[in-house]
């Protein structure tokens, strides 16, 4: 069959599977799921008078402004076949932007404009350096502080840069091992992190004039993340850290001594994941910590009572809070829950009111999507695992096809909410299982650091058993389960197919790393300095080669017998395309059923509709083929 009637093929099934019903359940069309929005990226100004956005327009995508009072707003940029990656208000009249000029190496250009759209100016022009603004706020009225490796590709530096000429000059370079900068609130530079590749040293000093000094040095594993300085105590860093636990808690740590003060919040069951500050008030409003959700618990009763008026306002729905004027009056709000993507509204904390400002998604409605159902089980070697099961609408919890999907990583974890992904494959009928294995984030460093090498064989076997012990509930036919991920996810799918011993009917797997070693070889030049922490995660390519020869699919073909989808984003700088199709061709050799794709882009968040399309639907044939009709 020629590429192009394949399409055709699959195109008109795609309309069957549209216009088709069964058991009262519509099944979707494929953009619905993951329809691209026309507003993005709501900022407020500063003095809460302007809202910000971006808007698609066919291929192009614009930043906008308009009045919050009255509404009325204007294109103030003319981009074309160029896309804005990040912007941000940096006064109450001007704001600067990200225009994207390698995708591939994440590279791109900044700009700054005013909000009528005038005075646009070019502050950089990096055709092969990265470039990240510090601080998002003006520092007399005309620096920002960056960070950039134009000078040496593997480190950053600080840059003052002048928004005023476009003057970049040097506020601190780095030695060679500073792999983080921090400021405090008024973006002076008092905060670094040095580290070998497996140990990470805290900096500080007490002000710009002064050299940095180590106070604290904890292993890769351990988690110290600054949060903000106290504004009573300059000397004073709240900060989220699992020094001396196994659990982050929220604490104070003075950097005079290095020493841990208190504990803001914390204990033995639960792991602080984030915490916010308050610059108006100069104190912490809460902490989020995560149990089968991420859940808040709140250090400030006045923003207790503003979650609560949310809470009243928008009942049945989760709120985030993602932007804020200086005043704190007006409130930028993302709502959602795990059958519905949400919606974005202005809150006005004075009348306790609020405004609607779009959808996340009117394609969804929340009534036609599955409920995602925290799940946990014992494995093997009786260690707790926890997991995410989505059951398909109107069919009872029994022996239903399973599509196994692990999560990206190395190191990551699956969350409570909506995902596009899960609810589209539930939508054709199948129960969607979660698993976050052996490695994943957000349940103590232990946990992490137990995942460590294991991707061929406690990870695996973690989703193993969650697979057998669906089986043993009876909710998963067992001659019908499917494995199925992207990146790392994909990587565990191969591995998952090559190992099971007959566990699949087939995988499928979506710019998934097949070789460990190469995987190692793109680590991009500034991350130089993490690359023994990566072999740590991963495998060191020197010692560790039979262990990763055997985790890497490259490898495993002979030992690959059921169908398999191979989807590769040929721009993907982690993955060699040559290897892929050897790998394609390994496996064709040996009569293995093989559907091989190439895209263009990342076809889960990509803005090429057409890429998206042409997988999603042939992920739906092959799943279709080999796992409903079996």
């Known amino acids: 069959m020629t590429a192009y009637k394949k399409y055709i093929f699959l195109f008109l099934l795609s309309f069957v599977f549209a216009c088709s019903q069964k058991q009262g359940v519509r099944i979707m069309p494929i953009d619905d799921f993951f329809k691209s929005q026309d507003r993005t990226a709501y900022r407020i100004s500063p003095d809460g008078k302007n809202l910000s956005y971006l808007r698609k327009e066919g291929k192009n995508q614009n930043l906008y402004v308009e009045l919050i009072e009255s509404g009325k707003g204007k294109r103030i940029t003319e981009l074309k076949e160029k896309n804005i990656i990040f912007y941000f208000w940096v006064s109450d009249t001007e704001l600067v932007y990200y225009k994207e000029t390698d995708p591939v190496h994440r590279l791109a250009d900044i700009f700054i404009i005013n909000k009528e759209g005038e005075n646009e100016r070019q502050l950089t022009n990096n055709e092969k350096s990265s470039i990240r603004v510090l601080q998002d706020q003006l520092i007399d009225d005309k620096f920002l502080l960056v960070s950039s490796n134009k000078r040496d590709s593997t480190v950053f530096d600080v840059y003052r840069l002048n928004v005023r000429n476009g003057a970049m000059d040097m506020a601190a370079k780095n030695p060679g091992n500073i792999t983080d900068w921090i400021t405090d609130s008024e973006g002076k530079l008092r905060l670094a992190t040095t580290s ?31 949060i903000a300085f106290s504004h009573i105590k300059s000397n004073v860093i709240f900060a989220i850290s699992d020094v001396n636990r196994d659990k982050a808690a929220l604490v104070e740590i003075d950097c005079s001594t290095g020493k841990e003060i208190k504990v803001l919040y914390g204990n033995d069951t639960i792991n602080v994941t984030d915490a916010q500050y308050s610059r108006k008030k100069q104190r912490m409003s809460f902490v989020v910590y995560e149990t089968w959700k991420k859940e808040k618990h709140y250090l400030d009763d006045s923003i207790k009572l503003l979650y609560n008026n949310l809470d009243k306002l928008l009942p049945k729905t989760e709120t985030r809070i993602i932007d804020r004027d200086k005043a704190e009056n007006v409130y930028l709000v993302r709502t959602f829950t795990d059958r519905n993507p949400g919606s974005y509204y202005l809150y006005f904390a004075e009348k306790q009111e609020i405004r609607k400002l779009s959808d996340f998604n009117s394609a969804i409605k929340e009534a036609e999507m599955c409920e995602m159902k925290p799940v946990s089980y014992t494995t093997r070697d009786s260690i707790t695992i926890q997991g995410y099961l989505t059951l398909p609408l109107n069919k009872n919890p029994e022996n239903l096809p399973v599509v196994v999907l692990p999560h990206n990583g190395p190191v990551g974890r699956d969350f409570w909410g909506y995902n596009p992904e899960v609810q589209f494959l539930a939508n054709r009928g199948y129960a969607v299982f979660q698993v976050n294995y052996r490695g994943s984030s957000g349940y103590g460093k232990a946990f992490v650091a137990s995942g460590f090498k294991q991707w061929n064989c406690k990870v695996q076997q973690d989703i193993q058993d969650g697979v057998k012990w669906l089986i043993a509930k009876k909710i998963a036919d067992p001659k019908r389960i499917a494995i199925y991920g992207k990146g790392f996810g994909g990587f565990i799918a191969l591995n998952g197919i090559s190992s099971g011993k007959g566990m699949y009917v087939c995988a499928a797997s979506n710019s998934g790393v097949i070789n460990l070693f190469t995987y190692l070889k793109s680590v991009p030049p500034y991350m130089k300095p993490n690359l023994q922490m990566f072999y740590e995660v991963i495998g060191n ?11 890497s699919p490259l490898f495993q073909a002979n030992n690959i017998n059921s169908p398999v989808l191979i989807a590769q ?7 060699n395309s040559g290897e892929t199709i050897q790998f394609v061709k390994n ?3 040996r009569n293995v059923k093989v559907t091989y794709l190439e895209t263009d882009g990342d076809t889960f968040y990509s803005k090429n509709d057409d890429s998206r399309q042409k997988f999603y639907l042939a992920l739906a044939e092959f799943l279709e083929v080999n796992l409903k009709k079996k």
């Open 196 to 226: 070998d590749g497996v140990n990470s040293t805290l900096l500080y000093r007490e002000r710009e004039s002064l050299p940095f000094r180590p106070i604290m040095t904890n292993n890769f594993k351990t988690t110290l993340r600054p």
């Open 587 to 589: 496996l064709q050799k």
């Open 569 to 575: 984003n040929i721009k993907d700088p982690n993955i």
């Open 541 to 551: 390519p020197l010692t560790d080669v039979d262990r990763m020869r055997q985790s």
